[in-house]
């Protein structure tokens, strides 16, 4: 009897054990679907970072390819450290469909593009200009697949910008950083002619900023927007802004202070709303290295008459100062700010930035999003793709030798960032059929379009190095007409007749429909071709 008992309360306990077992698996794996539930839908309001691509090159400098969506990067005249040299670039092509990595020493136009004045031509072609050989200039064309050489700038430049003219041209001003120091008025490249002509009444003194290394660096990475009878419009970095004319030797005119605003290097801007000429200013620092970053942030709002006095709005600031970041237009309008350091520090990752923020124009505010596995600061880039994701990468390269780790300082890949609105379960709106991908100014195009269609909007392909991207702008295009076949819908659109709003060149069409909790969700990109008439 006493063995039946003893086998009994073996049982019981094996039992209760096994209930006690099951329970604990039970409750881990509750807590396992509910944290994944979680992490889900957090993701859903943050986005996701994808796994890495890793990369020959630092990538300093970066343009999207309009016919084929594929990515150009290039470092300088060695993989992560640049030099003197003066005949050759490091550059890559990289798939995003694929994740295939093509990459070419590029020797042909004896141009070392490291630093240079860097714009997308109406053409579709990537312009690059100066850097380490300042005086050269160096065009990629994609049809061709090859680097050509063009004429040399007229004065040597380094650091500087550039901007596409609705006419075609290209501007450009500064870049002390290499050639001569000082003096670096502005000058102009006419495509068709093949030639750079000197502006001498554009004077980069008036948008330099007080940098203690003197001109050296206050006339760098200047903030230019393209706008109205092709006038070019310096929004930064300098707390002084300024209006240029590029006619006959060229035109300047002053065009007050960015409000309460310090200077600002190393910060960025971005012309969000075409149409309405605004420009949102984001963070910066007094000084281009060892000083700390800010937070500012501003719109401004330029008026229809260029050279009078555009309208400053100061915002309440982003959640985190920032040097060396970079901004990306997103298709629904929202500016995606990624990277950056809260200290201005080159070439050095200890007080990186590692949360993006999410600017909202309808509401002015800035929401953190999923915080970057890799810093991202300085010869760090950012661009939109046009499956309506944002590619960033780089960050490092230093002169000669890096003062510390390498590894923690040259990022030698690309990472792509996957936005809030491709993640909440909705389905996407496509792009069927477009009428024409060749358009003029003013024209008008009708998109056979699957899904409800409550937006459509185009922005401009782009390029970026050092902060700063002067090509990407939105516009929001005017519905026309619409009507029903068949369960689609059919959107007629017109395109503005100003090429100061729509720089002609080559554009992605997106449509936007709403998603759950009023989410601007949008399609994949067709590319058009807007040209002058």
């Known amino acids: 009897m006493s063995g039946l008992i003893k086998l009994a309360s073996v049982a019981f306990v094996l039992f209760f054990l096994l209930v006690l077992a099951f329970q604990a698996q039970f409750t881990k794996s509750v807590y396992v679907l509910v944290r994944q539930r979680n992490e889900s839908e957090n993701t859903r309001r943050i986005g996701r970072w994808e796994k890495s691509v890793p990369l020959p090159i630092v990538p300093v400098a970066i343009a999207v390819l309009p016919r084929s969506g594929k990515v150009l990067a290039w470092a300088a005249d060695k993989p992560n450290v640049f030099s003197n040299a003066t005949t050759h670039t490091l550059s890559v092509i990289y798939d995003p469909s694929n994740h295939q990595v093509y990459d070419q020493n590029v020797t042909i136009t004896h141009h070392n593009m490291f630093c240079p004045g860097l714009s997308l031509a109406t053409s579709g072609r990537v312009v690059v200009t100066g850097g380490s050989t300042s005086e050269a200039t160096s065009i990629y064309d994609e049809v061709q697949d090859k680097w050509l050489p063009g004429p040399p700038l007229t004065v040597g430049r380094g650091y500087h910008s550039q901007a596409t003219l609705p006419d075609g041209r290209i501007f450009t001003i500064g870049g002390s950083w290499s050639g001569p120091v000082g003096g670096k008025n502005g000058e102009i490249f006419d495509p068709s002619k093949k030639t750079w002509t000197s502006l001498p009444n554009t004077p980069s003194e008036p948008m330099s900023t007080k940098d203690f290394l003197g001109p050296f660096a206050s006339d760098n990475h200047a903030w230019l927007f393209a706008w109205k009878n092709n006038s070019v419009f310096q929004a930064g970095p300098s707390t002084a802004m300024n209006w240029y004319g590029v006619s006959s030797s060229g035109t300047h005119q002053p065009a007050g202070s960015r409000g309460k605003d310090t200077d600002s290097m190393n910060g960025n801007a971005v012309m969000y709303d075409a149409l309405a000429g605004k420009i949102l200013t984001l963070g910066g620092a007094q000084h281009y290295s060892d000083a700390v970053s800010t937070n500012a942030t501003h719109i401004i709002t330029l008026p229809d008459v260029p050279f009078t006095k ?224």
């Open 310 to 533: 555009p309208r400053v709005q100061q915002l309440k600031g982003m959640r985190y100062p920032r040097a060396y970041a970079n901004s990306v237009l997103l298709p629904t309008g929202e500016v995606f700010i990624t990277g950056g350091t809260t200290y201005a520090k080159q070439w050095a990752d200890i007080n990186a930035t590692l949360v993006p923020e999410l600017f909202n124009p309808d509401t002015l505010t800035f929401t953190p999003l999923a915080e970057m596995p890799i810093p991202r600061t300085y010869h760090s880039v950012a661009v939109l793709l046009p499956d309506a994701t944002v590619l960033t990468g780089g960050g490092g390269l230093c002169w000669e030798k890096c003062l510390g780790p390498e590894e923690e300082i040259n990022h030698l890949d690309l990472q792509r960032f996957i936005p809030a609105y491709l993640l909440g379960g909705d389905p996407r709106p496509k792009i069927l059929e477009i009428s024409n991908t060749e358009v003029n100014l003013g024209g008008a195009l009708e998109l056979l379009v699957e899904g409800e269609v409550t937006e459509v909007a185009i922005v401009r392909y782009s390029t970026a190095t050092h902060a700063i991207n002067t090509d990407q702008r939105r516009v929001k295009l005017v519905r026309a007409a619409m009507k029903k076949q068949k369960g689609r819908t059919i959107h007629r659109v017109e395109i503005p007749k100003d090429g100061g709003v729509v720089v002609p060149g080559y554009w992605m069409v997106f449509v936007m429909s709403i998603g759950k909790g009023g989410v601007k969700v949008p399609s994949e990109a067709e590319t058009i071709l807007i040209r002058t008439k």
